[in-house]
Protein backbone atom coordinates (compact mmCIF):
# COMPACT_ATOMS: atom_id res chain seq x y z
CA UNK A 1 0.00 0.00 0.00
CA UNK A 2 1.11 3.21 -1.18
CA UNK A 3 1.90 5.69 1.52
CA UNK A 4 -0.26 9.05 1.67
CA UNK A 5 1.97 12.43 1.50
CA UNK A 6 1.13 15.77 1.56
CA UNK A 7 3.00 18.59 0.31
CA UNK A 8 2.59 22.34 0.01
CA UNK A 9 0.71 22.69 -3.94
CA UNK A 10 -0.69 23.15 -6.44
CA UNK A 11 1.27 20.67 -8.52
CA UNK A 12 5.04 21.69 -9.70
CA UNK A 13 5.93 23.52 -6.28
CA UNK A 14 9.14 22.88 -5.27
CA UNK A 15 8.08 21.10 -2.45
CA UNK A 16 6.39 18.32 -4.64
CA UNK A 17 9.43 18.08 -6.19
CA UNK A 18 10.96 17.70 -3.17
CA UNK A 19 8.24 15.15 -1.74
CA UNK A 20 8.97 13.04 -5.35
CA UNK A 21 13.00 13.00 -4.40
CA UNK A 22 12.06 11.31 -0.81
CA UNK A 23 9.30 9.03 -1.44
CA UNK A 24 9.51 8.30 -6.01
CA UNK A 25 6.52 6.08 -7.01
CA UNK A 26 5.72 4.59 -3.40
CA UNK A 27 2.98 7.62 -2.22
CA UNK A 28 0.54 8.80 -3.41
CA UNK A 29 0.88 12.51 -2.87
CA UNK A 30 -1.96 15.61 -1.77
CA UNK A 31 -1.63 19.05 -2.29
CA UNK A 32 -2.03 21.43 0.02
CA UNK A 33 -3.13 25.13 0.10
CA UNK A 34 -1.16 26.30 2.48
CA UNK A 35 2.09 25.15 5.30
CA UNK A 36 -0.37 25.16 7.86
CA UNK A 37 -2.74 23.11 5.95
CA UNK A 38 0.01 20.84 4.89
CA UNK A 39 1.40 20.38 8.73
CA UNK A 40 -2.42 19.76 9.73
CA UNK A 41 -2.91 17.02 6.77
CA UNK A 42 -0.87 14.43 9.55
CA UNK A 43 -4.37 14.60 11.10
CA UNK A 44 -5.40 11.98 7.91
CA UNK A 45 -2.21 11.40 5.77
CA UNK A 46 1.08 9.21 6.20
CA UNK A 47 3.78 12.06 6.29
CA UNK A 48 3.52 15.76 5.01
CA UNK A 49 6.68 17.68 3.22
CA UNK A 50 7.06 21.32 4.54
CA UNK A 51 10.01 24.21 3.57
CA UNK A 52 12.23 24.31 6.51
CA UNK A 53 15.27 27.63 5.28
CA UNK A 54 16.45 28.55 2.22
CA UNK A 55 20.42 29.37 1.80
CA UNK A 56 19.62 32.88 0.27
CA UNK A 57 16.67 33.99 2.33
CA UNK A 58 16.89 32.15 5.26
CA UNK A 59 14.09 30.49 7.76
CA UNK A 60 10.48 29.44 6.23
CA UNK A 61 8.75 31.53 8.81
CA UNK A 62 5.11 29.82 7.94
CA UNK A 63 6.66 26.13 8.86
CA UNK A 64 7.89 27.30 12.34
CA UNK A 65 5.21 28.66 13.46
CA UNK A 66 3.32 25.43 12.20
CA UNK A 67 5.63 23.79 14.51
CA UNK A 68 5.03 25.94 17.59
CA UNK A 69 1.87 24.24 18.20
CA UNK A 70 2.49 20.98 16.25
CA UNK A 71 0.99 17.87 18.04
CA UNK A 72 0.66 14.76 15.84
CA UNK A 73 3.19 13.70 13.99
CA UNK A 74 7.55 14.09 13.90
CA UNK A 75 10.08 14.81 11.61
CA UNK A 76 11.87 12.03 10.25
CA UNK A 77 14.17 13.28 7.50
CA UNK A 78 15.11 16.21 5.35
CA UNK A 79 15.90 16.77 1.94
CA UNK A 80 17.82 19.16 0.17
CA UNK A 81 17.36 20.55 -3.46
CA UNK A 82 18.66 22.99 -5.59
CA UNK A 83 16.35 25.57 -6.82
CA UNK A 84 16.52 27.33 -10.53
CA UNK A 85 13.69 30.00 -10.71
CA UNK A 86 12.37 30.92 -13.84
CA UNK A 87 10.58 33.72 -14.90
CA UNK A 88 7.24 32.82 -16.41
CA UNK A 89 4.19 34.37 -18.53
CA UNK A 90 1.68 34.13 -20.83
CA UNK A 91 3.09 32.94 -24.47
CA UNK A 92 3.86 36.14 -26.42
CA UNK A 93 4.72 38.38 -23.66
CA UNK A 94 7.83 39.19 -23.60
CA UNK A 95 9.87 40.93 -20.74
CA UNK A 96 9.11 44.52 -21.63
CA UNK A 97 5.63 43.72 -20.95
CA UNK A 98 5.31 42.60 -17.65
CA UNK A 99 4.48 45.53 -14.56
CA UNK A 100 3.82 43.14 -12.04
CA UNK A 101 5.39 39.96 -10.93
CA UNK A 102 3.74 37.17 -8.21
CA UNK A 103 5.43 34.41 -6.53
CA UNK A 104 5.75 33.08 -2.48
CA UNK A 105 7.48 35.80 -0.41
CA UNK A 106 10.38 33.52 -0.45
CA UNK A 107 11.02 32.88 -4.38
CA UNK A 108 10.49 36.75 -4.70
CA UNK A 109 13.74 37.39 -2.15
CA UNK A 110 15.66 35.16 -3.80
CA UNK A 111 15.48 37.44 -7.13
CA UNK A 112 15.55 40.51 -5.93
CA UNK A 113 18.88 41.37 -8.18
CA UNK A 114 17.03 40.06 -11.31
CA UNK A 115 13.86 42.13 -10.60
CA UNK A 116 16.20 45.17 -9.49
CA UNK A 117 18.02 45.02 -12.75
CA UNK A 118 15.28 43.76 -15.47
CA UNK A 119 12.16 44.94 -14.00
CA UNK A 120 12.88 48.03 -11.47
CA UNK A 121 8.97 49.49 -12.43
CA UNK A 122 7.37 45.82 -11.70
CA UNK A 123 5.27 45.50 -8.26
CA UNK A 124 5.11 42.47 -6.83
CA UNK A 125 2.70 40.26 -5.31
CA UNK A 126 3.10 37.42 -2.95
CA UNK A 127 1.22 34.42 -3.03
CA UNK A 128 0.75 30.98 -1.34
CA UNK A 129 3.28 28.46 -3.62
CA UNK A 130 5.90 29.54 -6.52
CA UNK A 131 3.26 27.11 -8.62
CA UNK A 132 0.16 29.04 -7.13
CA UNK A 133 2.00 31.56 -9.08
CA UNK A 134 2.41 29.91 -12.13
CA UNK A 135 -1.21 28.71 -11.97
CA UNK A 136 -2.62 32.34 -11.60
CA UNK A 137 -0.57 33.26 -14.58
CA UNK A 138 -2.17 30.03 -16.44
CA UNK A 139 -5.76 31.56 -15.92
CA UNK A 140 -5.25 35.01 -16.87
CA UNK A 141 -5.45 36.40 -20.25
CA UNK A 142 -2.88 39.43 -19.39
CA UNK A 143 0.67 39.74 -20.98
CA UNK A 144 1.50 42.14 -18.15
CA UNK A 145 1.75 39.57 -15.06
CA UNK A 146 4.93 36.77 -15.04
CA UNK A 147 5.31 34.48 -12.37
CA UNK A 148 8.90 33.04 -10.61
CA UNK A 149 8.49 29.10 -10.41
CA UNK A 150 10.40 26.29 -11.13
CA UNK A 151 10.33 25.21 -14.88
CA UNK A 152 8.37 22.45 -15.35
CA UNK A 153 5.15 24.68 -14.34
CA UNK A 154 4.86 25.08 -17.87
CA UNK A 155 4.72 21.57 -18.65
CA UNK A 156 1.71 21.68 -16.04
CA UNK A 157 0.04 24.73 -16.42
CA UNK A 158 -1.26 25.55 -20.07
CA UNK A 159 -0.33 28.62 -22.23
CA UNK A 160 3.07 29.39 -20.19
CA UNK A 161 6.64 29.91 -21.94
CA UNK A 162 9.66 30.96 -20.31
CA UNK A 163 11.29 34.46 -20.32
CA UNK A 164 14.12 33.63 -18.30
CA UNK A 165 15.79 30.83 -16.72
CA UNK A 166 17.96 30.97 -13.62
CA UNK A 167 17.12 34.37 -12.23
CA UNK A 168 18.27 33.29 -8.76
CA UNK A 169 20.52 35.83 -7.11
CA UNK A 170 22.88 33.07 -6.41
CA UNK A 171 23.74 30.28 -8.49
CA UNK A 172 24.34 28.09 -5.33
CA UNK A 173 20.48 28.34 -3.92
CA UNK A 174 18.95 25.44 -2.06
CA UNK A 175 16.32 24.80 0.33
CA UNK A 176 16.26 22.35 3.29
CA UNK A 177 12.50 20.95 3.59
CA UNK A 178 11.16 18.34 6.49
CA UNK A 179 9.70 15.03 5.85
CA UNK A 180 7.54 14.45 8.37
CA UNK A 181 5.72 11.38 9.55
CA UNK A 182 1.92 10.83 11.16
CA UNK A 183 3.62 8.00 13.19
CA UNK A 184 6.67 8.12 15.92
CA UNK A 185 8.77 6.12 14.49
CA UNK A 186 11.65 4.59 16.63
CA UNK A 187 14.69 5.52 14.26
CA UNK A 188 18.22 3.98 16.31
CA UNK A 189 20.23 5.73 13.82
CA UNK A 190 19.80 9.11 13.99
CA UNK A 191 22.42 12.08 14.34
CA UNK A 192 20.49 15.12 14.15
CA UNK A 193 17.15 16.21 16.77
CA UNK A 194 15.19 19.30 16.99
CA UNK A 195 14.51 20.29 20.14
CA UNK A 196 10.98 22.62 20.72
CA UNK A 197 11.93 24.45 24.03
CA UNK A 198 9.63 27.44 25.80
CA UNK A 199 10.99 28.84 28.98
CA UNK A 200 9.43 29.33 31.94
CA UNK A 201 7.11 32.30 32.18
CA UNK A 202 9.49 33.85 34.76
CA UNK A 203 12.75 34.59 32.86
CA UNK A 204 11.17 35.62 29.60
CA UNK A 205 12.09 38.99 29.93
CA UNK A 206 15.86 38.51 31.25
CA UNK A 207 16.55 35.36 29.55
CA UNK A 208 19.82 33.63 29.48
CA UNK A 209 20.31 31.61 26.06
CA UNK A 210 23.79 30.77 27.12
CA UNK A 211 22.84 29.20 29.80
CA UNK A 212 20.17 27.13 27.97
CA UNK A 213 22.85 25.88 25.62
CA UNK A 214 24.87 24.95 28.66
CA UNK A 215 22.14 23.01 29.86
CA UNK A 216 21.73 21.11 26.78
CA UNK A 217 25.42 20.40 26.59
CA UNK A 218 25.25 19.21 22.75
CA UNK A 219 26.62 20.47 20.01
CA UNK A 220 23.75 22.65 18.68
CA UNK A 221 24.07 23.59 14.90
CA UNK A 222 21.09 25.82 14.44
CA UNK A 223 18.94 28.16 16.49
CA UNK A 224 15.53 29.57 15.28
CA UNK A 225 12.95 31.23 17.37
CA UNK A 226 9.30 31.90 17.26
CA UNK A 227 6.70 34.14 19.43
CA UNK A 228 5.93 31.52 21.84
CA UNK A 229 2.00 30.38 21.54
CA UNK A 230 0.76 32.05 24.95
CA UNK A 231 -0.23 35.57 26.57
CA UNK A 232 2.94 36.35 28.18
CA UNK A 233 5.02 39.12 26.13
CA UNK A 234 8.09 38.92 24.53
CA UNK A 235 8.51 35.20 25.55
CA UNK A 236 9.74 32.87 22.28
CA UNK A 237 10.02 29.08 21.72
CA UNK A 238 13.21 28.03 20.30
CA UNK A 239 13.41 25.45 17.97
CA UNK A 240 17.52 24.16 17.97
CA UNK A 241 18.91 21.54 16.17
CA UNK A 242 21.80 19.36 17.53
CA UNK A 243 23.87 16.49 16.00
CA UNK A 244 25.88 14.16 17.74
CA UNK A 245 29.21 14.30 17.60
CA UNK A 246 31.42 12.90 14.54
CA UNK A 247 33.38 10.99 18.10
CA UNK A 248 30.37 10.51 19.81
CA UNK A 249 27.49 8.36 18.58
CA UNK A 250 27.13 5.72 20.68
CA UNK A 251 26.23 7.68 23.80
CA UNK A 252 24.68 10.29 21.84
CA UNK A 253 20.77 9.07 22.62
CA UNK A 254 21.81 8.92 26.24
CA UNK A 255 23.42 12.29 25.84
CA UNK A 256 20.30 13.21 24.16
CA UNK A 257 17.61 12.50 27.09
CA UNK A 258 20.00 13.64 29.70
CA UNK A 259 19.61 17.33 28.11
CA UNK A 260 15.57 16.88 28.23
CA UNK A 261 15.21 15.89 31.58
CA UNK A 262 17.60 18.67 32.81
CA UNK A 263 15.56 21.41 30.80
CA UNK A 264 12.70 20.00 32.17
CA UNK A 265 14.07 20.27 35.77
CA UNK A 266 14.88 23.97 34.78
CA UNK A 267 11.12 24.66 34.41
CA UNK A 268 11.75 24.74 30.77
CA UNK A 269 8.73 23.38 28.26
CA UNK A 270 10.99 20.97 26.24
CA UNK A 271 10.86 18.50 23.57
CA UNK A 272 11.98 16.66 20.70
CA UNK A 273 9.82 17.10 17.87
CA UNK A 274 12.07 15.27 15.07
CA UNK A 275 14.98 12.75 14.43
CA UNK A 276 16.72 11.98 11.30
Avoid at 58 to 76: A, C, H, M, N, Y
Avoid at 85 to 111: F, M, N, P, T, Y
Avoid at 186 to 211: G, M, W, Y
Wanted: proline content about 3%.
Amino acid sequence: MKARVGFLGPLGTYTHQAAYEYFHDSAIYHEQKTIKETLESLDTLDYAVVPRENSIFGSVIETFDGLKTLKRGTIQGEVVLKIQHCLVARRGAKISDIDCVISHEQALGQCQKFLARHLPSATTSSTISTAAAAQKVSKSQSLNVAAICSEICVTTFEGLEVLEKGIQDEDSNYTRFFVLSRNHGSNQSFTHVLLRITPRKTCAEHFDLTELLRTIDLCVTRIDRRPAPVSEPFLDTYFIEVAASKNDTSGWPDRLSNSISRLKERGHLAERIGQW
